[in-house]
C-alpha cells in the first residue's frame, strides 16, 4: 500500500509564507512525478504545482514567481514553498504523485488527504 501524508498548512496573513510537506511511503519502486493542487470553496480542484523527477517544472500562471516546488529524492518527499501569498490562494493543497509499486510493477496515481491553506486580507 501507498500513501502521501502532507503537512504544513495553516492559516497566515497575506503576504506571509508557508511550506507545504507530502511525503510518499509504502511499497515504492520509482516515482515519475509529484505535484500540489488546491480547491476553493465552490470551485474545481486547480493544478499549482507539479516536478517530475527528471526535474522539469510546471506552475500554474497565478502562482509563477511567489511559489516553488522542490523534492528530496532520499525522502520521496515533495515541498511546495509559498511565498507573498494572496487571499485568492486559500484552499484545500492536495498532493499528488504518479508511482510504480514496488512489488507488483503497477502504475498508481495517488492523493493525497488535502491540508487546508488559509489566507487572510
Known amino acids: 500500500q501507498v500513501q502521501l501524508v502532507e503537512s504544513g498548512g495553516g492559516l497566515v496573513q497575506a503576504g506571509g509564507s508557508l511550506r507545504l510537506s507530502c511525503a510518499a511511503s509504502g511499497t515504492i519502486f520509482s516515482i515519475n512525478g509529484m505535484g500540489w493542487y488546491r480547491q476553493a470553496p465552490g470551485k474545481q480542484r486547480e493544478l499549482v504545482a507539479t516536478?517530475?523527477?527528471?526535474?522539469?517544472?510546471n506552475y500554474a500562471d497565478s502562482v509563477k514567481g511567489r511559489f516553488t516546488i522542490s523534492r528530496d529524492n532520499a525522502k520521496n518527499t515533495v515541498y511546495l514553498q509559498m511565498d507573498s501569498l494572496k487571499p485568492e490562494d486559500t484552499g484545500v493543497y492536495y498532493c499528488h504523485a504518479v508511482m510504480v509499486q514496488g512489488g507488483t510493477n503497477r502504475r498508481l496515481e495517488v492523493w493525497g488527504q488535502g491540508t487546508q491553506v488559509t489566507v487572510s486580507s
Open positions: 516536478l517530475t523527477f527528471g526535474r522539469d517544472t
